[in-house]
């Protein structure tokens, strides 16, 4: 078997797919594991190029709009920790590059609630999907929290008046004596460190969920007897195998 | 669309929880074009309202800026931090144990769960402390060893006496002038921290930290807080807890909208007046939070989306086309079987 192309000195990938499929190596964790993947979530389906009729309507837009705008944030917010918490104070560049990230965070925030509500009308847990719309909801409650540590990480007035009012509700749960808002270095970690890793683990969660269960179809029609031919309804998990 | 394959767990069709299998067409869907134009357009609409608004930056207060501004109501609250009856002296947990202004719930008072981490002695903290730090103030730390050796009741009749005087007091030629009277050594403390904050002395002292670098901010924060200017800053910019609070920001920015519920509950009568209010809020907020999260397991709240019937209007396309279809059921079929991926996956 030959492993290396004497042509290009790389893998022949012909050679790397045999040696992959070996029955021998098939109890091996890590055979184990990219069997199960590629089962669970094949190339057609990790991205499809086609989807079913129904998705059809601008609702379904926010939902990578929030994506995008996410990156939008995450690009910005990288921006002010290259220069550090008091560029921005101190710079006219840094102030844009702010404004950048504050807007973003908004049409973030926009986006995600517009997807949020569209979801919620759409009944988007049925049919095994209620996973998907847990990771949902965690990762909004996430993005407040990292929202709200952002406003907490300002070194301004509205830092100081959104930590001093935010305190009483944090202590009346006792998570104030571990988690203290008026300590501006701990809440830029949470902002800057914490936050975005946990945002962005449960929101590519979401996203693999999304993709795993399909976009979730409509309820059936008036008259129309969602057991279709037989007339004996029946539930079912995923629609279709992309 | 239908869903007659049986499957190994068949089970009663439940229209809020179960979803039929698409049997229909599919339509080219191409998802990272979607995905680059969605980016370009958020780009040039974030870039576009950060030419446009900005973002605000208001400068922060502190001990030197507010004592500068108002040093009477500087004194007064350095006063009351002096005997231990400011905001954050009878707050209790996480601060100390002179009260629970967080707030409970009947017998449960979670705020009391883990006790003081971030302990706050205001007297020693705020004022008796960082006087004993002032080089060459003889007269000062005089004032202080008085004050720290009187009883507590010789300590609270005199502080007692000088918040009732402070009220009418002056600030001239740099002086604080109080009213005559039995104050002891409390007139000239108040005297000196306010000089100290005047100064700027203050705020470094404040700091929570023993290391040269410092981060904790909390000591200085919560002493501003205690006095009224701070709170008169954020009236004037709207966001006292009665004007929907924290969730504004200074100027006319949106701020934190999606806090709108949160904040929400403080404007209800009942529970914004009520000296549980805090903890009242939160509970409602984690019961409705959990109420969301766990939506698709509830009968009856998993209804609503098919009650309202908005979900017609996101697919009204596709009703369409199955309307046109019942009423021209010989004709070409608009809902089609097509390609290799309409194949149902049983459950």
């Given at each position: 078997?030959?492993?290396?192309?004497?042509?290009?000195?790389?893998?022949?990938?012909?050679?790397?797919?045999?040696?992959?499929?070996?029955?021998?190596?098939?109890?091996?964790?890590?055979?184990?594991?990219?069997t199960?993947?590629?089962?669970?979530?094949?190339?057609?389906?990790?991205?499809?190029?086609?989807?079913?009729?129904?998705?059809?309507?601008?609702?379904?837009?926010f939902?990578?709009?929030?994506?995008?705008?996410?990156?939008?944030?995450?690009?910005?917010?990288?921006?002010?920790?290259?220069?550090?918490?008091?560029?921005?104070?101190?710079?006219?560049?840094?102030?844009?590059?702010?404004?950048?990230?504050?807007?973003?965070?908004?049409?973030?925030?926009?986006?995600?609630v517009?997807?949020?509500?569209?979801?919620?009308?759409?009944?988007?847990?049925?049919?095994?999907?209620?996973?998907?719309?847990i990771?949902?909801?965690?990762?909004?409650?996430?993005?407040?929290?990292a929202?709200?540590?952002?406003?907490?990480?300002?070194?301004?007035?509205?830092?100081?008046?959104?930590?001093?009012?935010?305190?009483?509700?944090?202590?009346?749960?006792?998570?104030?004596?571990?988690?203290?808002?008026?300590?501006?270095?701990?809440?830029?970690?949470?902002?800057?460190?914490?936050?975005?890793?946990?945002?962005?683990?449960?929101?590519?969660?979401?996203?693999?969920?999304?993709?795993?269960?399909?976009?979730?179809?409509?309820?059936?029609?008036?008259?129309?007897?969602?057991?279709?031919?037989?007339?004996?309804?029946?539930?079912?998990?995923?629609?279709?195998?992309? | 669309?239908?869903?007659?394959?049986?499957?190994?767990?068949a089970?009663?069709?439940?229209?809020?929880?179960?979803?039929?299998?698409?049997?229909?067409?599919?339509?080219?869907?191409?998802?990272?074009?979607?995905?680059?134009?969605?980016?370009?357009?958020?780009?040039?609409?974030?870039?576009?309202?950060?030419?446009?608004?900005?973002?605000?930056?208001?400068?922060?207060v502190?001990?030197?800026?507010?004592?500068?501004?108002?040093?009477?109501?500087?004194?007064?609250?350095?006063?009351?931090?002096?005997?231990?009856?400011?905001?954050?002296?009878?707050?209790?947990?996480?601060?100390?144990?002179?009260?629970?202004?967080?707030?409970?719930?009947?017998?449960?008072?979670?705020?009391?769960?883990?006790?003081?981490?971030h302990?706050?002695?205001?007297?020693?903290?705020?004022?008796?402390?960082?006087?004993?730090?002032?080089?060459?103030?003889?007269?000062?730390?005089?004032?202080?060893?008085?004050?720290?050796?009187?009883?507590?009741?010789?300590?609270?009749?005199?502080?007692?006496a000088?918040?009732?005087?402070?009220?009418?007091?002056?600030?001239?030629?740099?002086?604080?002038i109080?009213?005559?009277?039995?104050?002891?050594?409390?007139?000239?403390?108040?005297?000196?921290?306010?000089?100290?904050?005047?100064?700027?002395?203050?705020?470094?002292?404040?700091?929570?930290?023993?290391?040269?670098?410092?981060?904790?901010?909390?000591?200085?924060?919560?002493?501003?807080?205690?006095?009224?200017?701070?709170?008169?800053?954020?009236?004037?910019?709207?966001?006292?807890?009665?004007?929907?609070?924290?969730?504004?920001?200074?100027?006319?920015?949106?701020?934190q909208?999606?806090?709108?519920?949160?904040?929400?509950w403080?404007?209800?009568?009942?529970?914004?007046?009520?000296?549980?209010?805090?903890?009242?809020?939160?509970?409602?907020?984690?019961?409705?939070?959990?109420?969301?999260?766990l939506?698709?397991?509830?009968?009856?709240?998993?209804?609503?989306?098919?009650?309202?019937?908005?979900?017609?209007?996101?697919?009204?396309?596709?009703?369409?086309?199955?309307?046109?279809?019942?009423?021209?059921?010989?004709?070409?079929?608009?809902?089609?079987?097509?390609?290799?991926?309409?194949?149902?996956?049983?459950?």
């Amino acid at each position: 078997m030959t492993i290396v192309d004497p042509k290009t000195e790389r893998p022949d990938q012909a050679d790397l797919d045999k040696a992959a499929d070996r029955p021998e190596d098939a109890d091996q964790w890590t055979a184990k594991i990219r069997t199960a993947a590629v089962d669970a979530l094949p190339p057609q389906k990790l991205l499809p190029d086609r989807q079913p009729a129904y998705v059809a309507s601008w609702i379904y837009v926010f939902g990578v709009a929030t994506v995008a705008a996410l990156i939008v944030v995450i690009g910005t917010g990288l921006v002010l920790a290259v220069f550090g918490p008091n560029w921005w104070h101190v710079s006219p560049t840094g102030l844009f590059v702010n404004s950048l990230h504050l807007w973003s965070v908004e049409v973030f925030m926009f986006s995600m609630v517009i997807h949020l509500w569209g979801k919620f009308f759409m009944a988007a847990w049925r049919g095994k999907r209620k996973a998907t719309w847990i990771t949902g909801v965690v990762s909004f409650l996430v993005t407040v929290g990292a929202a709200f540590t952002g406003y907490l990480s300002q070194q301004n007035f509205d830092s100081q008046w959104i930590s001093t009012q935010a305190k009483d509700g944090i202590n009346s749960t006792g998570a104030g004596a571990i988690f203290n808002v008026t300590n501006f270095g701990q809440m830029i970690m949470w902002h800057i460190v914490l936050l975005p890793l946990c945002i962005v683990v449960i929101v590519g969660i979401h996203v693999l969920m999304v993709r795993l269960r399909g976009v979730v179809t409509p309820f059936p029609a008036k008259g129309e007897s969602p057991g279709g031919d037989s007339g004996t309804p029946v539930a079912t998990g995923a629609e279709v195998r992309a | 669309m239908s869903a007659d394959v049986p499957t190994r767990t068949a089970r009663r069709f439940k229209v809020d929880r179960d979803a039929v299998a698409w049997k229909g067409r599919y339509e080219p869907y191409d998802l990272a074009k979607e995905f680059l134009i969605a980016f370009v357009v958020v780009c040039i609409l974030v870039g576009g309202l950060a030419v446009i608004f900005g973002s605000p930056d208001d400068t922060p207060v502190t001990l030197k800026s507010w004592s500068t501004a108002d040093a009477v109501g500087f004194a007064s609250t350095t006063a009351t931090e002096l005997d231990g009856t400011s905001g954050t002296g009878t707050y209790g947990p996480p601060y100390n144990l002179n009260g629970t202004t967080a707030g409970k719930l009947g017998p449960i008072n979670p705020a009391t769960w883990l006790g003081v981490h971030h302990p706050i002695d205001t007297a020693n903290d705020y004022v008796l402390g960082p006087l004993s730090t002032l080089p060459n103030q003889p007269a000062v730390q005089a004032a202080v060893g008085e004050y720290k050796s009187a009883t507590a009741d010789q300590q609270a009749t005199w502080t007692t006496a000088y918040e009732k005087a402070v009220a009418d007091a002056k600030f001239t030629n740099g002086k604080l002038i109080v009213p005559a009277g039995d104050y002891g050594p409390v007139a000239a403390i108040v005297a000196a921290e306010t000089a100290m904050a005047r100064s700027g002395a203050l705020d470094g002292a404040l700091l929570s930290s023993r290391q040269f670098y410092g981060t904790d901010y909390t000591k200085p924060l919560l002493f501003i807080a205690d006095g009224d200017y701070f709170a008169s800053l954020g009236a004037a910019q709207h966001l006292s807890g009665d004007q929907w609070g924290m969730m504004n920001e200074t100027g006319s920015y949106p701020g934190q909208a999606w806090l709108w519920l949160y904040t929400l509950w403080y404007q209800v009568g009942p529970i914004g007046s009520s000296d549980n209010a805090d903890i009242m809020v939160f509970s409602i907020m984690i019961i409705l939070t959990a109420l969301l999260a766990l939506l698709p397991f509830i009968p009856g709240l998993r209804s609503i989306p098919r009650w309202t019937r908005l979900y017609r209007l996101i697919w009204r396309q596709h009703y369409r086309e199955v309307e046109q279809e019942a009423g021209n059921p010989s004709g070409s079929p608009p809902l089609r079987t097509t390609g290799d991926a309409t194949v149902p996956v049983p459950a």
